[in-house]
């Protein structure tokens, strides 16, 4: 028996273009002290990145060979999407590890993988219609037997809706240390992402007021403002109501963080088909006789950011909804020398909702890997 383990040591998160780095060790646990004790040997192994898509057929009218299992007619065929629903979207090619492994009693040895996350694939997504899934597939085989197949799930963020970055995107000119060259190998590699973080903070950090008219067909309730319209996962959403300039008096608002999962027209099943909508967080509060309050809404690190594929589109918008009074609430009072103050028993009152789109982009993938459902590492024994 050999055993094989998979661990990804920065992390289960990467943006697109990012390196991803994985260490794959294979053990023989018998130890040389063991009667049974006897050399193990693998004829070969390799490792890939694929994204396996799987649609609602009930909400996504695929082609007809669009979602169909992937099965490999023969066992020593190496297909990384083996037995997985759906189909393999994209995958990068293998990279062979070792041919002819031996490991002795007790011996094992390590392998490093490392590869770029493509940039024209979609991001990681498990939406209501429609799923992304990447994973690190180790491939392994002893002579005459099956393939054994290794899966490690990981998560990719992909930066879209971006501006053009105001730098060039070509090497800098600095001096270089010739005694340092594995330092400066390894700084350049990592300008890509060190370049995509800083555009990303810079893009969600300019903040800019903006006000709002909230009016029903009465007139006016409040006033709006909230001081940005893109984040990054993680943040936190602030807006401020000020009721002092209504006109109509305002019982009772909700806020909700959502996101709308869009169908393309032509992967439709029906014509005008419902968009999916998916909450993350609710702020509620009473707010007669308030002159101004405000709240804070949370985006979980865990959630995917806005994207759009040929066959479905992400977007998140602010959901609002307004109680309102046909007329001002009475304070009814009694007659005796102690008033006593209370509440209207019955009030007339108008609804209406609102929605404010916003953007929403990736974070860090280190920060976002603190919240993963994934741990980056797997194993299997052979």
């Given amino acids: 028996m050999i055993e094989v383990v998979a661990s990804m040591a920065r992390g289960p998160v990467f943006l697109a273009g990012e390196l991803m780095e994985c260490l794959i060790t294979f053990t023989n646990p018998m130890s040389h002290l063991s009667t049974s004790a006897s050399c193990e040997m693998l004829a070969w192994a390799s490792a890939q990145i694929h994204c396996q898509f799987h649609a609602s057929e009930s909400r996504v009218a695929l082609p007809a060979q669009g979602n169909k299992d992937v099965q490999a007619e023969s066992n020593t065929v190496l297909i990384p999407s083996r037995g997985e629903r759906g189909q393999c979207v994209l995958d990068t090619p293998p990279k062979i590890l070792f041919c002819d492994l031996r490991l002795d009693p007790g011996e094992s040895k390590t392998y490093s993988y ?65 005694f340092l060259e594995e330092e400066e190998a390894s700084r350049r590699d990592a300008r890509p992402l060190e370049r995509a973080l800083d555009m990303l903070m810079v893009t969600t950090s300019r903040r800019c007021p903006h006000m709002f008219n909230i009016t029903n067909m009465r007139g006016k309730v409040a006033k709006f403002c909230i001081f940005k319209t893109v984040y990054r996962l993680g943040e936190d959403i602030i807006g401020t109501f000020n009721f002092s300039e209504g006109d109509i008096p305002c019982l009772q608002y909700s806020v909700s963080l959502q996101n709308e999962e869009e169908i393309q ?72 020398e102690v008033t006593v103050w209370t509440g209207a028993e019955h009030v007339d009152v108008d609804t209406f909702s609102w929605d404010l789109p916003i953007k929403v982009l990736p974070t860090n993938p280190a920060l976002a890997s603190y919240m993963s459902h994934f741990s980056g590492t797997n194993s299997i024994n052979i």
Avoid at 123 to 150: D, E, H, M, W
Avoid at 279 to 284: D, W, Y
Wanted: net charge neutral; aromatic share 8%.
């Fill in 114 to 178: 490392s590869e770029i996350v493509p940039v024209d694939g979609p991001p990681s997504f498990r939406g209501q219609a429609v799923k992304y899934v990447y994973k690190l597939t180790i491939g392994c085989q002893r002579v005459n037997s099956p393939i054994k197949l290794l899966r490690v799930p990981f998560r990719v963020l992909v930066l879209q809706g971006m501006p053009e970055p105001p730098f060039p995107q070509d090497e800098e000119v600095s001096p270089s240390n010739p």
């Fill in 265 to 336: 027209e032509q992967y439709q099943r029906r014509p005008g088909q419902v968009i999916s909508v998916t909450g993350h967080g609710r702020h509620m509060e009473s707010c007669l006789h308030t002159a101004s309050c405000h709240f804070s809404l949370p985006i979980p690190l865990n959630v995917t950011p806005g994207f759009s594929t040929d066959i479905v589109m992400l977007r998140w918008c602010l959901h609002f909804e307004f109680v309102t009074a046909r007329e001002p609430p009475t304070v009814l009072q009694n007659q005796s």
